[in-house]
């Protein structure tokens, strides 16, 4: 009975040891589950970090698509040939016909290529003028070339497919 009565004696003590586990018992489930849901806080956050850095990634490169449309400008057949006309004048070369190709659409611009038939008095005009045509602040691609004698004046013939690109 010596413990019976101790109990008695010291229940309150017993009931508040028994109270104090419990509510540790509590508190550590809580703090546990509180610890699991700022875990996941975290990774969420360096999961939206990554979002982020891959959205400010597309943002720029959008960016810089404007920035090459921008860049390409829209152009319609008689601003490339005058433009076309404008260099073979400052290079000493003679367009003796210009004829439009078929236009060739692509997703993000729109190649308009002209068959150009020139004629010069030496090869160096025609280096010149290529140099001119394709620094040119349009986008000019010459896409083929055939280079000859004219028989008759003994100048130099060119026939070439010329391409200006542009956006849509």
């Given at each position: 009975?010596?413990?019976?009565?101790?109990?008695?004696?010291?229940?309150?003590?017993?009931?508040?040891?028994?109270?104090?586990?419990?509510?540790?018992?509590?508190?550590?489930?809580?703090?546990?589950?509180?610890?699991?849901?700022?875990?996941?806080?975290?990774?969420?956050?360096?999961?939206?970090?990554?979002?982020?850095?891959?959205?400010e990634?597309?943002?720029?490169?959008?960016?810089?698509?404007a920035?090459?449309?921008?860049?390409?400008?829209?152009?319609?057949?008689?601003?490339?040939?005058?433009?076309?006309?404008?260099?073979?004048?400052?290079?000493?070369?003679?367009?003796i016909?210009?004829?439009?190709?078929?236009?060739?659409?692509?997703?993000?611009?729109?190649?308009?290529?002209?068959?150009l038939?020139?004629?010069?008095?030496?090869?160096?005009?025609?280096?010149?003028?290529?140099?001119?045509?394709?620094?040119?602040?349009?986008?000019?691609?010459?896409?083929?070339?055939?280079?000859?004698?004219?028989?008759?004046?003994?100048?130099?013939?060119?026939?070439?497919?010329?391409?200006?690109?542009?956006?849509?």
């Amino acid at each position: 009975m010596d413990a019976f009565e101790w109990m008695i004696r010291n229940k309150n003590k017993i009931f508040n040891i028994l109270f104090l586990a419990l509510s540790l018992f509590i508190a550590g489930k809580i703090y546990g589950k509180q610890l699991e849901a700022r875990n996941l806080v975290v990774e969420k956050k360096g999961q939206e970090s990554k979002k982020n850095v891959i959205l400010e990634s597309i943002s720029d490169t959008e960016k810089r698509v404007a920035a090459y449309r921008k860049l390409l400008g829209e152009k319609d057949g008689s601003s490339v040939i005058n433009t076309i006309g404008t260099i073979a004048g400052q290079t000493g070369v003679k367009i003796i016909s210009v004829k439009p190709v078929k236009v060739e659409k692509y997703p993000e611009y729109v190649k308009i290529p002209f068959k150009l038939e020139l004629s010069a008095e030496n090869y160096h005009s025609f280096g010149r003028f290529f140099s001119r045509l394709e620094s040119h602040a349009d986008i000019f691609m010459v896409d083929a070339l055939d280079i000859g004698v004219e028989e008759k004046s003994k100048n130099l013939k060119a026939v070439l497919t010329v391409s200006l690109v542009t956006n849509k």
